[in-house]
């Protein structure tokens, strides 16, 4: 089946540094690519909708000079969390749609667990 | 609207059926969603039903639509020790994903 990779799968850091997060689409082109956060015991929340090619489209309350999104090739999204704080913290998960564009061929990715200190 | 509710917790012995419900606001979605995830990992697609169906089952899980009343459930026959997992239902408006706040279920020996 697809896989959908993500790195690094967690990370540490310190208040106000950036960091970015990879996905990849490992065995297929996604001309899209979703980005949720999760926090503990709470359900997904998309933050932004990323198109090759084209500029992200962000979910209403999310920052989107807090957190870049780039979607330079088919298989490749990353996000930038920048000048990161500790309410940052959390589990960012991708997703990216197979061919057919539908949400049932949205393939997850494993997820990448930021602590910020 | 965009709002899908879950109950947070279910406990089943192994062996006995697991019903998990959830109910959704969008009537636009062409399809609604059952996602698995284990501790610590990313989401697996489970199933998925076209919203013009009222059943659809697979293998051990079946899954229920009442679309005049927004009610979605799955059943998990037989569950195992492995089915413990957070359960998520997902409704697509636009083909994103709305997604509730899932259900831990826990499957005693």
């Known amino acids: 089946g697809a896989v959908v990779s993500q790195h690094p799968s967690w990370v540490i850091c310190k208040s106000g540094t950036s960091v970015k997060i990879e996905c990849r689409s490992l065995?297929?082109?996604?001309?899209?690519m979703f980005w949720y956060r999760q926090f503990p015991k709470q359900s997904l929340m998309l933050m932004a909708t990323?198109?090759?090619?084209?500029?992200?489209?962000?979910e209403q309350g999310v920052e989107k000079d807090k957190f870049l999104i780039n979607h330079a090739s088919l298989t490749l999204s990353t996000l930038t969390v920048t000048s990161a704080h500790p309410e940052d913290s959390s589990f960012y998960i991708c997703?990216?749609?197979?061919?057919?564009?539908?949400?049932?061929?949205?393939?997850f990715g494993p997820g990448t667990r930021l602590l910020v200190l | 609207g965009e709002d899908v509710e879950q109950s947070l917790f279910l406990s089943v012995r192994e062996g006995d059926s697991s019903v998990i419900n959830c109910t959704y606001t969008?009537?636009?979605?062409?399809?609604l969603y059952w996602y698995k995830q284990e501790p610590g990992a990313g989401l697996q697609l489970l199933t998925y039903?076209?919203?013009?169906?009222d059943m659809k089952q697979d293998q051990r899980l079946t899954v229920l639509l009442n679309k005049k009343d927004k009610h979605l459930s799955l059943r998990i026959a037989d569950t195992q020790t492995g089915d413990s997992a957070i359960y998520f239902c997902?409704?697509?408006?636009?083909?994103?994903?709305?997604f509730g706040q899932g259900t831990e279920l826990s499957v005693k020996p």
């Open positions: 997703s990216a749609n197979g061919a057919s564009g539908l949400a049932e061929t949205q393939y």
């Open positions: 065995d297929f082109q996604a001309t899209t």
């Open positions: 990323s198109n090759e090619g084209s500029k992200a489209t962000y």
């Open positions: 969008d009537s636009s979605s062409t399809y």
């Open positions: 039903i076209f919203s013009n169906m």
């Open positions: 997902a409704e697509s408006p636009g083909g994103k994903l709305i």
